[in-house]
């Protein structure tokens, strides 16, 4: 059962949760697991009608921005298209509940069955969304495989936030950069940083969520293929400058979170260098400083970068702000703890050119990514009413 584990995602993402479990989720969990998944007290059948008179389908339609069914039965996907509110559950959606998200799973049969698609197609014409099923390994003994695999939580998490997301981006173009780049020595060796991406993926997947259209252009990463978005896979600086230029006139926003090298060797050996002891001089020359070019050639776009520093750093990312031309720029601290490669968390201060700083103290980088993009639309929104005074 991955809905106590849901439940726990959907806390650490910094969401406020209550559970509601029908009888057939209490044969398959029990009520302790999913109060303490959820951190509170679990809504049931058995406690539907307060002493004090208060109807809890009601209370709980009202409260909730979003109502999650994981996992989601043929026959709850079948009782809620008739408009049944025989149960707290169909009838929470129908007291009213503001957005409904399904995540089905069931046997391949029950799900492709006519019956269960015309519910599901009832479902979505009345604003209901869906995540999933997926093919996998099935639940019931015996059963194989097929396409009826409940999503995983992680992915459910992600459907729910791109609901819970307000649409402020919608009809912009936000272009992203992440990752690091390799500059090869040769067709083997490179030079490198140990940027994973994170970051920048974060910006590129809570822009998506807020309604853009965002374009990822990624050095090397680990991380699995965002959805949603277009993706351009680069590895040079080079490529990098290349695939970000050509897309600049067109959009709206760019975020460079990328970790671009500074160097890159003189040239690349075609084949491998055979190895030599003793001492070696690589020759390196910089690489082309791209956000510096598209702040050259900024004319509406509002402009993002990133700065790293070890030592300095206000006065270092001040001065990258002004000499890139930029919106602002978002000052890390490689050597804290809170903003380590790699990590899932990040602090970033936020340097604005009219001299404020905004810190967003530790949080995830997902929550780093939604306080840069508050700042993008604040910043289209007054570039926009800049231009209509003109
Ligand atoms: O000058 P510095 O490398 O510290 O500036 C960091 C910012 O500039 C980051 O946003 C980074 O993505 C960008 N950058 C770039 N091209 C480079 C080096 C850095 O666009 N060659």
Not at 193 to 222: F, H, Q
Not at 304 to 324: I, Q, S
Request: contains cysteine; charged residues 25%; hydrophobic residues 45%.
């Amino acid at each position: 059962m991955k809905t106590p584990f849901l439940l726990r995602r959907l806390r650490e993402a910094g969401y406020e949760v209550r559970a509601l479990a029908s009888e057939r989720a209490l044969a398959f969990t029990t009520e302790t697991a999913l109060a303490v998944a959820a951190g509170g007290p679990v809504a049931t059948e058995a406690r539907w009608f307060a002493p004090e008179g208060g109807a809890l389908h009601l209370e709980l339609a009202r409260w909730a921005d979003l109502l999650v069914v994981a996992p989601a039965t043929a026959a709850g996907l079948a009782r809620a298209a008739a408009g049944l509110a025989e149960d707290l559950l169909t009838a929470t959606i129908l007291g009213g509940a503001r957005k409904v998200l399904w995540a089905p799973a069931m046997n391949p049969e029950m799900w492709h069955h006519p019956a269960t698609q015309a519910n599901v197609q009832r479902l979505r014409e009345w604003g209901h969304a869906f995540v999933g099923p997926e093919h996998g390994a099935l639940a019931a003994v015996g059963e194989g495989e097929g396409l009826g695999r409940m999503s995983e939580p992680e992915t459910i998490v992600e459907h729910v936030r791109y609901h819970l997301s307000p649409k402020d981006l919608a009809g912009r173009t936000v272009l992203v950069s992440a990752g690091p780049t390799r500059e090869y020595i040769d067709p083997v060796r490179f030079i490198s940083n140990p940027s994973s991406g994170k970051m920048g993926y974060a910006v590129a997947e809570a822009a998506r969520d807020r309604g853009a259209r965002v374009v990822l252009v990624s050095g090397p990463t680990a991380l699995p293929e965002p959805w949603g978005m277009e993706v351009v896979r680069v590895e040079r600086a080079e490529e990098m400058y290349e695939a970000l230029l050509e897309r600049f006139p067109a959009a709206d926003a760019v975020v460079m979170a990328a970790a671009v090298a500074d160097w890159q060797p003189d040239s690349t050996a075609s084949e491998k260098t055979p190895k030599k002891s003793g001492k070696n001089v690589l020759e390196l020359v910089s690489t082309p400083d791209i956000l510096a070019e598209l702040g050259r050639r900024k004319t509406h776009q509002v402009l993002v970068g990133f700065a790293m520093e070890t030592r300095a750093g206000h006065e270092r990312a001040r001065a990258k702000l002004e000499r890139k031309n930029l919106d602002f720029i978002c000052l890390n601290f490689p050597t804290r703890a809170a903003s380590a490669f790699g990590g899932d968390f990040n602090e970033v201060e936020m340097l604005f050119p009219d001299g404020t700083v905004e810190s967003t103290g530790r949080v995830t980088k997902r929550e780093v990514a939604d306080r840069i993009l508050d700042h993008v639309c604040d910043r289209l929104r007054t570039k926009e009413a800049e231009r209509h005074a003109q």
